[in-house]
């Protein structure tokens, strides 16, 4: 294959910025500086030119509440590349039933129409110390991160802390990562729904208080998901100072949103676990970022349709809980972060592409621009301004938490693996581009 070189554009990493070209040869990059003639050149003057982003937690074609997230595999990635999402991270269906090497396989199977890479998180659902060995199992097919939920007793999917500590420090052997759902189970009221008073602040701070403890002793790497308050961003950053091995993500509704909007008639339909927080919880996780306090800022995709959700207006116990992101993150991040002086460009990539990527074993292949990984770029136009409508929209939701809001910069073009998502403003993937990424 002959050689595709990325001209002009501004190169974004962590550590900087800088005016340079990108060689892509056989879907990785090969060369960043002056491109020669050879090949074929895209111009990308005037645009900035990002490491593809990396949703690192998303929920897709996902049984729950008896009902199933709207996106699948094919819509739901569709989405992530027209948002400029390369890289997906997912999980199995977890059951004490199934064999976790079994969900791996499954899962993989029900991703075959993906656009967009992908990787996936063991569910630990039902897990008892008696199925120690499925862990290396799951390791040789490629899955070293294992998802645990310290709340949701009432539907069987919660861990204790006893089976957490047993089960982290095979993990840490293993060389894996425990992500966790962090909400002190004992300090929840299922039938509350997900809303504030029924899963109060400090049921996050419990947990996160409590997971930091057992990191350190089991010297585990763990990721603490969704945090979504002041108080357990506080306990989270004193776990680290303890020297326990421990990060986190935030999500772009609680940087972005809070909880005044479930006072409005529609307010139901921002139902999401852990629910929307205060204003003074939103603006410490806007301050957490610029010094890289978090790990990732991920969407936790689990979108539902309006007639997934209104049957449940005054049922909180039974209301679906999620909300639709992946198309929306790096548009999110860049207008309300980057241009709104919130954050640098620095920060953007690092919580966007490079923090998950080293959070989840898909460092130095995909996080990047750098000689040796894959060519996943896009191209964001600062220029250009949009405004966020549902209906013009990928996701399969009819509903957007972030209708009607006024975006500076779009995303132009995207690269997986050399290959084009979107060209010149149009989405162009394919179903099955999209490929599973080990751990290896």
């Known amino acids: 294959m002959s050689a595709l070189a990325i001209a002009g554009g501004t190169v974004v990493s962590p550590r900087g910025t800088r005016?340079?070209?990108?060689?892509?040869?056989d879907g990785r990059i090969t060369r960043l500086g002056k491109a020669h003639a050879r090949g074929r050149t895209v111009s990308a003057h005037g645009l900035l030119?990002?490491?593809?982003?990396?949703?690192?937690?998303?929920h897709l074609d996902l049984p729950v509440a008896g009902t199933r997230s709207a996106d699948d595999w094919r819509s739901g990635t569709l989405a992530a590349a027209a948002g400029g999402v390369t890289t997906v991270v997912d999980f199995t269906i977890g059951s004490a039933e199934v064999p976790l090497a079994a969900q791996i396989e499954r899962r993989i199977a029900q991703a075959r129409e993906a656009v967009v890479d992908y990787a996936l998180r063991a569910e630990m659902v039902g897990w008892t110390p008696n199925r120690i060995g499925e862990l290396a199992a799951a390791a040789e097919l490629g899955v070293r991160a294992f998802k645990f939920f310290l709340a949701y007793a009432s539907s069987g999917r919660r861990t204790t802390l006893g089976v957490l500590r047993q089960t982290m420090?095979?993990?840490?052997?293993?060389?894996?990562?425990?992500?966790?759902?962090?909400?002190?189970?004992?300090?929840?009221?299922?039938?509350?729904g997900p809303y504030p008073a029924a899963r109060p602040a400090i049921?996050?701070?419990?947990?996160?208080?409590?997971?930091?403890?057992?990191?350190?002793?089991?010297l585990c790497p763990t990721y603490v998901a969704h945090i979504s308050t002041a108080q357990g961003l506080a306990a989270l950053r004193a776990a680290q100072r303890t020297g326990a091995p421990i990060v986190g993500e935030t999500c772009p509704h609680y940087l972005l949103l809070n909880e005044r909007v479930y006072t409005e008639p529609d307010g139901h339909r921002f139902?999401?676990?852990?629910?929307?927080?205060?204003?003074?919880?939103?603006?410490?996780?806007?301050?957490?970022?610029?010094?890289?306090?978090?790990?990732?800022?991920?969407t936790d995709h689990c979108p539902f349709t309006n007639d997934q959700k209104d049957p449940f207006r005054k049922d909180p116990g039974r209301?679906?809980?999620?909300?639709?992101?992946?198309?929306?993150?790096?548009?999110?991040?860049?207008?309300?972060?980057?241009?709104?002086?919130?954050i640098t460009l620095r920060d953007l990539v690092w919580h966007l592409s490079e923090g998950p990527a080293r959070a989840f074993g898909l460092w130095p292949r995909k996080g990047g621009i750098?000689?040796?990984?894959d060519a996943d770029l896009v191209f964001l136009d600062p220029g250009k301004t949009w405004t966020v409508r549902a209906n013009k929209l990928h996701?399969?939701?009819?509903?957007?938490?972030?209708?009607?809001?006024?975006?500076?910069?779009?995303?132009?073009?995207?690269?997986?693996?050399?290959?084009?998502?979107?060209?010149?403003g149009e989405l162009c993937a394919q179903p099955g581009h999209g490929t599973f990424i080990p751990w290896d």
Do not use: N
């Open 49 to 58: 030119v990002l490491p593809g982003t990396i949703d690192a937690h998303v």
């Open 395 to 424: 996701m399969k939701t009819g509903f957007s938490p972030y209708e009607g809001r006024a975006l500076s910069g779009r995303v132009v073009g995207v690269l997986s693996r050399g290959t084009w998502l979107v060209r010149d």
């Open 271 to 298: 139902s999401v676990t852990p629910p929307l927080r205060s204003a003074a919880d939103r603006a410490a996780l806007w301050h957490s970022l610029p010094g890289r306090q978090l790990q990732s800022v991920a």
């Open 370 to 373: 750098r000689v040796g990984a």
């Open 319 to 342: 209301l679906p809980s999620g909300l639709p992101g992946v198309e929306t993150l790096l548009p999110l991040l860049y207008s309300e972060g980057v241009r709104k002086g919130r």
């Open 169 to 192: 420090r095979s993990i840490r052997d293993l060389g894996g990562v425990a992500m966790v759902h962090a909400e002190a189970d004992e300090l929840v009221e299922p039938l509350g």
């Open 203 to 218: 049921a996050e701070e419990v947990a996160i208080a409590e997971l930091g403890i057992l990191s350190r002793e089991a």
């Open 19 to 25: 005016e340079t070209d990108v060689v892509i040869r």
